[in-house]
């Protein structure tokens, strides 16, 4: 079982960035995929998903309309498309799976995740 994410960088405001999430077969095929982001002093905080069947996406307030979840199967990879980003966007982002096959937007909701990927935004 294993997540890796990639793609995180430095990007001025306005930019956007590609992240990716490498899954495992079993993960990619079985669960729901998130991402969650955590900025230094605050809490890991729900970003997006999309479940198991790529059928549905969810997104928190502060992305939506911004960042859009989309997979690839044949690559076993989710990515993560971030556009007009702003300085509060600044994080350090996870991907992670959930055997929950709608919506998931908690922590203790997601099975696995992968190691973090920072990204940072320069107003």
């Known amino acids: 079982v294993q997540l890796q994410a990639s793609g995180g960088g430095l990007v001025q405001a306005g930019g956007s960035l590609r992240l990716s999430c490498a899954a495992s077969?079993?993960?990619?095929?079985?669960?729901?995929k998130g991402w969650f982001r955590q900025a230094p002093g605050k809490e890991r905080e729900f970003v997006g998903l999309?479940?198991?069947?790529?059928?549905?996406?969810y997104y928190a307030d502060s992305v939506r309309g911004r960042f859009a979840i989309s997979r690839d199967s044949g690559k076993n990879t989710v990515s993560l498309l971030m556009n007009d980003l702003n300085a509060e966007d600044t994080a350090v982002y996870y991907c992670?799976?959930?055997?929950?096959?709608?919506?998931?937007?908690?922590?203790?909701?997601?099975?696995?995740w992968g190691q973090g990927t920072q990204v940072t935004v320069s107003s």
């Open positions: 077969g079993r993960i990619f095929s079985s669960y729901g």
């Open positions: 992670a799976a959930t055997r929950f096959s709608g919506e998931a937007l908690k922590v203790y909701e997601y099975d696995y």
């Open positions: 999309i479940t198991w069947n790529g059928r549905s996406t």
